[in-house]
């Protein structure tokens, strides 16, 4: 069967690779793909962008389903007019998409479904956030409602920093339509995890358990990002915290949206915060596989991906199981100069077959073809992702393979899986 992933990122590639090694698929189209699709045996891309043009494509070609990639085509309705001319896809609903969407329906649905999360605020005129903030206590989290490619997150460390992100987004608006409103929220301590399923709208099964590392700089500090890294599994997921996830956060979404009538379709992402005492809080949902947590886990996964799709669209998620290879994968995000504000373009980069050499997995993101080289064209360039038997190899091996690449200003984190080797 041929099949389509739609979207042109890290993860996108992580997919599309995983799809081509199943026995079953013949072919995999990426829309629009990158520099690292191309690449790939039994991968093809195509320069398509249009809901209509993409119907038509997979309408002409037989494609037996699609996997849709990003946040941004879910919240513009894809899989709504996918459905519509009778086109199997694995995504949410535009409705369903509203998890992820607006931070201020997500928060609203948890305090409905009572799914622990941290205490918050909506607003969208700056004096009565500021007069808001004048009651709260650093740290403290501001947020834009909408969609903001990852970076519409601000964890303010004075009160100055809070007042400052507050009249940056609703004053000054800077997130566009995206921080028109925004969501005020407690800060929560502990340690944060990447908890995805798979859901049918009506079963779900869980993927292996990772952690981003959201902030640019080691040690967790520095802006905030798309992400710098990952690795799986999360050593703070203990067993009974990944039961108490599943009961109390991740069920009781799947059946809310259900029982609102918007039954949830695709991969769902739980950012965790895993409290000292082991209880798990909603930090966020996103409505797709998390990037950089895809690489890690595709890397880890032994079960026929295209299977798993297959059931899911089937709503027989209950009678199938996902297999993991016993290994730890780590994913180690190599960023372009500027990086997450003003992004350099077009510096050449040198050394991925060197570092492919080593055994590891080098993704694609922000990449181009420039007159025969190969240049930055984003600001999360690559993701090199390698296996070993336990933390402290997998970590090895990643960074070994990176070391090999070189680019002007690149910028890397040195410090992802020291958690999990901590522990």
């Known amino acids: 069967m041929k099949v389509l992933v739609i979207g042109t990122g890290g993860r996108e590639h992580a997919l599309a690779w995983k799809l081509s090694q199943s026995n079953k698929v013949s072919q995999v189209f990426v829309a629009s793909g990158n520099v690292g699709t191309a690449k790939e045996d039994k991968i093809q891309n195509i320069h398509l962008t249009q809901h209509a043009d993409l119907i038509d494509f997979c309408q002409k070609e037989n494609i037996a389903f699609t996997v849709v990639g990003p946040e941004a085509p879910l919240a513009a309705g894809v899989v709504n007019d996918f459905q519509a001319a009778g086109l199997k896809v694995f995504g949410p609903t535009k409705q369903a998409a509203q998890l992820e969407s607006s931070k ?93 399923v798979m859901s049918d709208g009506v079963n779900v099964l869980p993927m292996a358990t990772s952690q981003d590392h959201k902030r640019l700089l080691d040690g967790d500090k520095g802006l905030n990002t798309g992400g710098m890294g990952a690795y799986s599994p999360a050593p703070v997921v203990t067993d009974e915290v990944a039961r108490r996830t599943m009961d109390e956060i991740i069920l009781p979404t799947i059946r809310g949206m259900a029982k609102e009538g918007n039954p949830f379709v695709g991969f769902l992402y739980a950012g965790l915060m895993i409290s000292p005492d082991g209880s798990p809080y909603t930090v966020e949902f996103n409505c ?133 080797l901590n522990r």
């Not at 004075?158 to 992100?165: G, K, Q």
Request: proline share 2%.
């Open 288 to 420: 797709r596989f998390g990037d950089p947590e895809t690489q890690p886990i595709m890397m880890r996964l032994a079960s026929d991906f295209a299977e798993l799709i297959e059931a899911a669209l089937e709503e027989r998620l209950n009678s199938v199981s996902a297999k993991w290879k016993d290994e730890t994968a780590i994913g180690v995000v190599l960023a372009a100069a500027g990086y997450p504000e003003n992004v350099k373009k077009g510096d050449e980069i040198s050394g991925i077959d060197a570092a492919e050499k080593t055994g590891a997995k080098v993704f694609y993101a922000g990449v181009a073809d420039k007159d025969g080289k190969t240049v930055t064209n984003g600001g999360r360039v690559l993701c090199v992702t390698a296996l070993g038997k336990d933390i402290a190899t997998a970590r090895q091996n990643a960074y070994v393979a990176a070391e090999k690449i070189k680019f002007d200003g690149m910028q890397m984190r040195r410090d992802i899986g020291n958690k999990a």
């Open 104 to 196: 201020d329906f997500a928060k609203a649905f948890m305090a409905r479904h009572n799914i622990p999360t941290a205490a918050y605020q909506t607003f969208n005129n700056a004096d009565d956030a500021h007069e808001y903030l004048n009651q709260k206590t650093a740290p403290i989290v501001i947020k834009a409602d909408g969609l903001a490619a990852g970076k519409g997150v601000v964890v303010a460390e004075t009160m100055a920093d809070a007042h400052s992100a507050v009249d940056m987004m609703l004053k000054d608006n800077k997130m566009g339509n995206a921080g028109a409103r925004v969501v005020i929220e407690d800060f929560l301590q502990g340690e944060e995890a990447s908890f995805i």
